[in-house]
């Protein structure tokens, strides 16, 4: 298996507030990073982004893959039912941490996912993380409209996967796409599905077969950092 298990230094810890115990996402953010060292994608794009764990664990891989990709951040930033609403501030820290140490490859997109999609040509998206509004119905809204912008051999990743919730819905939706496409997933803070809608490349082929091996891992990972 040519995946690699990083030891990654993540230069945001360096900024006065924690990002990673400001997020929920922060038990993923190993695998995020060698996800993207592995693919090495050309565009990534991100669908709610908060204080971004997520998203700088996205840019800190490409930076230090050395790759002249483009990482963008979709939100705006006020926050909704979800995720609580919130003042200027998470936007300010956003901006300073981009502006700090990934000024060449993030770029904020301030406006709601269904204004931003046309900015995108079809296909031209090799990684689309979702993690906005969590209800089925606004989940599903987000996979069917940004779908076509997805590359042939694309990942999407659906934070959420194991949150239960009268008003959460991502883990119905993830339940009927993990049936019909190939995907593996993890359980670990509030679960994180990855699918391949679009087919998978051949050096994905052994990932799959072996999730078990990465869900163990990274699981293990996340609780031993702290982060699960």
């Given at each position: 298996?040519?995946?690699?298990?990083?030891?990654?230094?993540?230069?945001?810890?360096?900024?006065?507030?924690?990002?990673?115990?400001?997020?929920?996402?922060?038990?993923?953010?190993?695998?995020?990073?060698?996800?993207?060292?592995?693919?090495?994608?050309?565009?990534?794009?991100e669908l709610g982004t908060h204080y971004?764990?997520?998203?700088?664990?996205?840019?800190?891989?490409?930076?230090?893959?050395?790759?002249?990709?483009?990482c963008f951040a979709i939100d705006t930033w006020q926050g909704d039912e979800h995720?609580?609403?919130?003042?200027?501030?998470?936007?300010?820290?956003?901006?300073?941490?981009?502006?700090?140490?990934?000024?060449?490859?993030?770029?904020?997109?301030?406006?709601?996912?269904?204004?931003?999609?046309?900015?995108?040509?079809?296909?031209?998206?090799?990684?689309?993380?979702?993690?906005?509004?969590?209800?089925?119905?606004?989940?599903?809204?987000?996979?069917?409209?940004?779908?076509?912008?997805?590359?042939?051999?694309?990942?999407?990743?659906?934070?959420?996967?194991?949150?239960?919730?009268?008003?959460?819905?991502?883990?119905?939706?993830?339940?009927?796409?993990?049936?019909?496409?190939?995907?593996?997933?993890?359980?670990?803070?509030?679960?994180?599905?990855?699918?391949?809608?679009?087919?998978?490349?051949?050096?994905?082929?052994?990932?799959?077969?072996?999730?078990?091996?990465?869900?163990?891992?990274?699981?293990?990972?996340?609780?031993?950092?702290?982060?699960?």
């Open positions: 298996m040519d995946w690699i298990y990083y030891k990654p230094l993540f230069e945001y810890d360096n900024y006065h507030i924690s990002i990673k115990d400001n997020s929920a996402w922060s038990g993923h953010r190993n695998f995020a990073y060698d996800l993207v060292r592995f693919m090495k994608p050309k565009k990534i794009v971004g764990a997520s998203f700088f664990s996205f840019c800190q891989a490409l930076k230090d893959e050395g790759l002249s990709s483009k995720s609580g609403l919130y003042g200027e501030d998470v936007f300010l820290t956003v901006k300073d941490i981009v502006d700090l140490y990934y000024s060449s490859i993030a770029e904020l997109v301030r406006t709601t996912f269904d204004e931003a999609v046309s900015r995108f040509e079809d296909q031209s998206i090799n990684i689309l993380h979702i993690d906005g509004y969590h209800t089925f119905e606004a989940v599903s809204h987000d996979y069917q409209t940004w779908l076509p912008k997805l590359s042939d051999n694309g990942v999407i990743l659906f934070h959420d996967i194991s949150f239960y919730d009268n008003e959460f819905g991502v883990y119905k939706l993830w339940n009927m796409l993990k049936e019909d496409y190939p995907a593996f997933e993890f359980k670990h803070a509030f679960g994180l599905g990855v699918l391949f809608p679009k087919g998978n490349s051949k050096k994905f082929n052994e990932i799959i077969q072996r999730a078990t091996e990465l869900q163990k891992r990274y699981e293990k990972l996340s609780k031993y950092t702290g982060l699960s």
